[in-house]
T-cell receptor, first 112, second 113 residues
């Protein structure tokens, strides 16, 4: 079954701790994306990667970091520098030359 | 820059009613347009798409037509069901493939029996 997996579904952390969210895809897609969703605000782009070992900042990259060492994987680290990290995080991927993106089930992060 | 504006919700309908959710966009060139649906606690699912002017995307009884003259991509369904209750997002992809989507803020649809 092809698709995008994100783990865990729910994540709880204390303030000041870094946390890494997992995103894996077996769709053989070149491009991968991280979005953040807050109530009533739609989706905002954090980082994206069009190819292995390369990635670009999105609109709200401050306090986040990513890596793209494998085509299938695009983990997102939420650092302690992110001022308001509690949110729903969505990973997506897209094929070469394609405009549409396919989304994973999301990870809900709560930081207290 | 490019942007998407969609009608604010919530939209509350009775089962079998007609649905319209308005979406307009601002973009340079010829973007691709999408509707995504999100059920509670889940990720987004691609509902339908259109890649050029006058294209009509359709899926599961939902339709939307890419209108370049009015820069619109309104979502319609002739007869909604309770199971259609969800949040609907209009989105655009700029000219170049592989760049991020630009989303509207979403419209919540609630259908009662």
């Amino acid at each position: 079954d092809g698709g995008i997996t994100q783990s865990p579904k729910y994540l709880f952390r204390k303030e000041g701790q870094n946390v890494t969210l997992s995103c894996e895809q077996n769709l053989n897609h070149d491009a991968m994306y991280w979005y953040r969703q807050d109530p009533g605000q739609g989706l905002r782009l954090i980082y994206y990667s069009q190819i292995v070992n390369d990635f670009q900042k999105g609109d709200i990259a401050e306090g986040y970091s990513v890596s793209r060492e494998k085509k299938e994987s695009f983990p997102l680290t939420v650092t302690s520098a992110q001022k308001n990290p509690t949110a729903f995080y969505l990973c997506a991927s897209g094929g070469q030359g394609a405009h549409e993106q396919y989304f994973g089930p999301g990870t809900r992060l709560t930081v207290t | 820059g490019d942007s998407v504006t969609q009608m604010e919700g919530p939209v509350t309908l009775s089962e079998e009613a007609f649905l319209t959710i308005n979406c307009t966009y601002t973009a340079t060139g010829y973007p691709s347009l999408f509707w995504y649906v999100q059920y509670p606690g889940e990720g987004l699912q691609l509902l339908l798409k259109a890649t050029k002017a006058d294209d009509k995307g359709s899926n599961k009884g939902f339709e939307a037509t890419y209108r370049k003259e009015t820069t619109s991509f309104h979502l319609e369904k002739g007869s909604v069901q309770v199971s259609d209750s969800a949040v609907y997002f209009c989105a655009l992809s700029p000219n170049q493939a592989g760049t991020a989507l630009i989303f509207g803020k979403g419209t919540t649809l609630s259908v009662s029996s």
